[in-house]
């Protein structure tokens, strides 16, 4: 099998913008073509991610529209992913498969969306498709009712008083927002308290406001080549590891959410191909929609213990500079960076992608040479992992 | 006894108060709400049973924030059937301010009420509703 390689990266601001979503993709997929040193022309093939075009702006089959707005040759195919919010990382798996099989040389991937551009009722109900539609999405399930349920679950089951489970999640958004306030492009780039999070507006019991991302608007994009073809173009080429992605059912056949099972069984199949363990990754950007999801992926990352990982932002062990062996979220996560779903998986590559080149400014992690993405997608029911790393 | 359970048959059911499922007759488990195959082992070597309506607490939430169209606060549970698959529904009677960890372990009966469709879902759906003994 061939290796693959990601050469340029870039995402819009996250946030509010009055951009269409094939605006916010030209954007970001031009200058991730730019920054592989490569033309429109050279793209084989546009794997792009988008979840809800047609509610955002009554667009459906958006793909060959993006295709068209960055120049890309008529032979090139463009195909639309969707994948609730994992899409633009399952995008991305899907580029690297078919570079490591030959199948093409150069694929651009990514994805956008305008998910504050709905509002948040609209938004809401249109997030909550991605629930069961005959059996759950009726109880008027919402998802930040899922992670809720999660919590209280995990309380339940670890025998964690809830008052004391939700002060340790409040510090998760402390520590995404500090590094928030980091990041130029992020939606949310104001430092926040424990204080101000536990006296937030109730959403979902027991997850409050800033327990949860916000609806945001962006695109992100990156570029995936044969690494031969990527030593040739650009000077650090970022050689994609390890993969994996997995899939499960309605949570009433899930039954235990405190154990998000498909992320276990996705980056399993990453590790092993990579070689690697969870104690080889210096950063991770992992699916932190609410706080309590990102307490989910860090156990089921296997860099913490089930029922163990709750206090790891507490203990300043996942923070930039913290005394733990893996950063958590430098970009400030979901949480803080911003969250427009069919973007987001693309937003977490770049952000790896320039911590393993060095290129993060303010929010590099010190010497990081081996990073992990993580993208959990509908009801803990599609989760996609990649390793990527720099130089062998 | 049939072999298949459709939607519309585990709705018919609903609204005439019979909570129906499947019966594995290679691992013995229970799987509803129905599928073509087991939950559990993926056989479709499944029967037709009626199920008891009872069960118990696993999880909950509140929702506060609800897709337009709803009316919150409601209380969303996860509930574990007497036959061991899990449903999810809302608890009904009990006020969604008074809804506390308190609730996780309740035995709960079932039954079900018909909730108004989204205009993009196929008509109004029976949904599952609990009630706390």
């Given at each position: 099998?061939?290796?693959a390689?990601?050469?340029?990266?870039?995402?819009?601001?996250?946030?509010?913008?009055?951009?269409?979503?094939l605006?916010?993709f030209?954007?970001?997929g031009?200058?991730?073509i730019v920054?592989?040193?490569?033309a429109?022309?050279d793209?084989?093939?546009l794997?792009?991610?988008?979840?809800?075009g047609d509610?955002?702006?009554?667009?459906?089959h958006?793909?060959?529209f993006a295709?068209?707005?960055?120049?890309?040759p008529?032979?090139?195919?463009?195909?639309r992913f969707?994948c609730?919010?994992?899409?633009?990382?399952?995008a991305?798996?899907?580029?690297?498969q078919?570079v490591?099989?030959?199948?093409?040389?150069?694929?651009?991937?990514?994805?956008?969306?305008?998910?504050?551009?709905?509002?948040t009722?609209l938004?809401?109900?249109?997030?909550?498709?991605?629930?069961?539609?005959?059996?759950?999405?009726?109880?008027?399930?919402?998802?930040?009712?899922?992670?809720?349920?999660a919590?209280?679950?995990?309380?339940?089951?670890y025998?964690?008083p809830?008052?004391?489970?939700?002060?340790h999640?409040?510090?998760?958004a402390v520590?995404?927002?500090?590094?928030g306030?980091?990041n130029?492009?992020a939606?949310f780039?104001?430092?926040?308290t424990v204080?101000?999070?536990?006296n937030?507006m109730?959403?979902?019991?027991?997850?409050?406001l800033?327990?949860?991302?916000?609806?945001?608007?962006?695109?992100?994009?990156?570029?995936?080549?044969?690494?031969?073809?990527?030593r040739d173009?650009?000077?650090?080429p970022?050689?994609?590891?390890?993969?994996?992605?997995?899939?499960?059912?309605?949570l009433?056949?899930?039954?235990?959410?405190?154990?998000v099972?498909?992320?276990e069984?996705s980056?399993?199949?990453?590790?092993d191909?990579?070689?690697?363990t969870?104690?080889?990754?210096?950063?991770?950007e992992?699916?932190?929609?609410?706080t309590?999801?990102?307490?989910?992926?860090i156990e089921?990352?296997?860099?913490?213990d089930?029922g163990?990982?709750?206090?790891?932002?507490?203990?300043?062990?996942?923070?930039?500079?913290?005394?733990?062996?893996?950063?958590?979220n430098?970009?400030?996560?979901?949480?803080?960076?911003?969250?427009?779903?069919?973007?987001?998986?693309?937003?977490?590559?770049?952000?790896?992608?320039?911590?393993?080149?060095?290129?993060a400014?303010?929010?590099?992690?010190?010497?990081?040479?081996i990073g992990l993405?993580?993208t959990?997608g509908?009801?803990?029911?599609?989760?996609?992992?990649?390793?990527?790393r720099?130089?062998? | 006894?049939?072999?298949?359970l459709?939607?519309?048959?585990y709705?018919d059911?609903?609204a005439?108060?019979?909570?129906?499922?499947?019966?594995c007759?290679?691992?013995?488990?229970y799987?509803?709400?129905?599928?073509?195959?087991?939950?559990?082992c993926?056989?479709?070597?499944l029967q037709v049973?009626?199920?008891?309506?009872?069960?118990?607490?696993?999880?909950?939430?509140v929702?506060r924030?609800?897709a337009?169209?709803?009316?919150?606060?409601f209380?969303?549970?996860l509930?574990e059937t007497a036959?061991g698959?899990w449903?999810?529904?809302n608890?009904i009677?009990?006020?969604?301010?008074?809804a506390?960890?308190?609730?996780?372990?309740?035995k709960?009966?079932?039954s079900s009420?018909?909730?108004?469709?989204?205009?993009?879902?196929c008509?109004?759906?029976?949904?599952l509703c609990?009630?706390?003994?």
């Amino acid at each position: 099998m061939r290796e693959a390689a990601i050469l340029g990266v870039a995402m819009t601001p996250f946030g509010i913008s009055d951009k269409t979503n094939l605006e916010l993709f030209a954007d970001a997929g031009l200058e991730a073509i730019v920054h592989s040193n490569l033309a429109p022309g050279d793209i084989q093939a546009l794997f792009f991610g988008n979840c809800l075009g047609d509610f955002e702006e009554g667009q459906l089959h958006m793909a060959p529209f993006a295709h068209s707005s960055i120049g890309l040759p008529m032979s090139t195919p463009a195909v639309r992913f969707e994948c609730a919010c994992a899409t633009a990382t399952v995008a991305i798996r899907q580029a690297v498969q078919m570079v490591q099989g030959g199948i093409y040389d150069v694929i651009l991937a990514g994805g956008t969306e305008r998910a504050a551009a709905m509002g948040t009722p609209l938004a809401t109900r249109t997030f909550a498709m991605a629930s069961q539609a005959q059996y759950e999405t009726p109880t008027g399930i919402t998802f930040p009712g899922v992670f809720a349920m999660a919590a209280h679950l995990y309380s339940h089951r670890y025998g964690i008083p809830l008052v004391e489970l939700k002060r340790h999640l409040a510090e998760v958004a402390v520590k995404n927002h500090f590094h928030g306030s980091k990041n130029p492009k992020a939606h949310f780039q104001k430092e926040i308290t424990v204080e101000k999070v536990l006296n937030g507006m109730m959403v979902a019991d027991p997850l409050q406001l800033l327990d949860c991302c916000p609806f945001s608007d962006g695109a992100a994009a990156v570029v995936i080549a044969e690494a031969g073809k990527a030593r040739d173009l650009v000077k650090k080429p970022i050689y994609v590891a390890g993969t994996g992605q997995a899939s499960a059912g309605p949570l009433y056949i899930q039954q235990d959410l405190t154990h998000v099972k498909a992320r276990e069984v996705s980056v399993k199949m990453a590790y092993d191909e990579a070689h690697l363990t969870p104690g080889d990754i210096d950063v991770c950007e992992l699916h932190d929609c609410f706080t309590m999801a990102e307490v989910l992926a860090i156990e089921g990352l296997g860099f913490y213990d089930f029922g163990r990982g709750y206090d790891a932002a507490s203990r300043g062990e996942t923070r930039l500079g913290g005394k733990g062996t893996v950063v958590v979220n430098p970009s400030g996560g979901l949480k803080a960076k911003g969250h427009p779903i069919g973007a987001t998986g693309a937003a977490q590559v770049t952000e790896i992608v320039e911590q393993l080149r060095g290129e993060a400014g303010e929010r590099q992690v010190d010497g990081a040479k081996i990073g992990l993405v993580d993208t959990l997608g509908g009801d803990l029911s599609t989760v996609c992992n990649l390793i990527l790393r720099g130089e062998k | 006894m049939s072999t298949e359970l459709t939607f519309k048959q585990y709705q018919d059911g609903l609204a005439n108060d019979v909570f129906w499922g499947l019966l594995c007759d290679d691992c013995g488990s229970y799987t509803t709400p129905p599928q073509k195959v087991c939950r559990s082992c993926g056989s479709t070597a499944l029967q037709v049973v009626e199920l008891e309506k009872s069960g118990f607490i696993r999880t909950f939430t509140v929702i506060r924030v609800a897709a337009e169209g709803m009316n919150p606060p409601f209380v969303v549970a996860l509930v574990e059937t007497a036959s061991g698959a899990w449903v999810m529904g809302n608890v009904i009677n009990i006020d969604p301010n008074e809804a506390g960890m308190e609730l996780i372990g309740r035995k709960v009966t079932l039954s079900s009420r018909p909730v108004k469709g989204d205009i993009y879902a196929c008509g109004d759906i029976h949904s599952l509703c609990f009630t706390l003994l």
